[in-house]
Nanobody, 124 residues
Framework: QLQVVESGGGLVQPGGSLKLSCGTS???????IGWFRQAPGKEREGVAS?????????NYGKSAKGRFTIARDRAENTVSLQMDSLKPEDTGVYYC?????????????????WGQGTQVTVSS
């Protein structure tokens, strides 16, 4: 059974950077991986996703475009989310999730396997 684990959350000042990592067991190969976040009192939203297909197509949410980068490391069997120029409104619990099929949707309901989440706090 596929398992998903996130790591790399923490406290960072506004304007800073943070890198999250998502690992799966067994391999991430062939799975589309998405990163999502949920702030207190708000719905879970899609941040970025990367296709499990050979082209590794990516998709970014509006708030992530130009600041966040999702990437797959096939050798390490991980998918990372590099977050730069962080803002206080980026604060929340960040979840990694996996789905079969190559389309990198950003809607949470397409994803079937979820990690426990990692807290990201952007504050001075």
């Amino acid at each position: 059974q596929l398992q998903v684990v996130e790591s790399g959350g923490g406290l960072v000042q506004p304007g800073g950077s943070l890198k999250l990592s998502c690992g799966t067991s067994p391999s991430t190969s062939g799975y589309t991986i998405g990163w999502f976040r949920q702030a207190p009192g708000k719905e879970r939203e899609g941040v970025a996703s990367i296709s499990g297909g050979s082209d590794s197509a990516t998709n970014y949410g509006k708030s992530a475009k130009g600041r966040f980068t999702i990437a797959r490391d096939r050798a390490e069997n991980t998918v990372s989310l590099q977050m730069d120029s962080l803002k206080p409104e980026d604060t929340g619990v960040y979840y990694c999730a996996a789905k079969s099929g190559p389309t990198p949707f950003l809607q949470p309901h397409y994803y079937t396997t979820w990690g426990q989440g990692t807290q990201v706090t952007v504050s001075s």
